[in-house]
């Protein structure tokens, strides 16, 4: 089964929100409900931070790559009714 271009991007944006969601609560949980020393809180909210960063610009970067493609498929579309009002 092959998976077009587009519904690849959009399963990557829906994955890298998943994950980012998941980082989110995790944190949520550590920071709130466990019994930790705050020295291990400190560390796992840098952690957190290094990993939302990461996850946000992979995000970022995969919303502007739908973007691009949406337009190049757009401008490709465009460009074959052109060639089809031409050759009739």
């Known amino acids: 089964m092959k998976l077009s271009q587009q519904t690849q991007i959009e399963a990557q944006i829906g994955f890298l ?3 980012l969601l998941g980082a989110l609560s995790s944190w949520v949980l550590i920071m709130f409900f466990t019994q930790w020393e705050w020295y291990f809180k400190v560390f ?15 995000l970022y970067q ?4 739908r973007k691009h493609y949406l337009e190049s498929k757009k401008i490709m579309e465009s460009i074959n009714e052109e060639i089809e009002e031409i050759t009739q």
């Open 44 to 58: 796992a909210t840098i952690g957190e931070i290094g990993i939302l960063g990461s996850l946000s610009l992979a």
């Open 62 to 65: 995969t919303i502007e790559q």
């Open 17 to 19: 929100i998943g994950i």
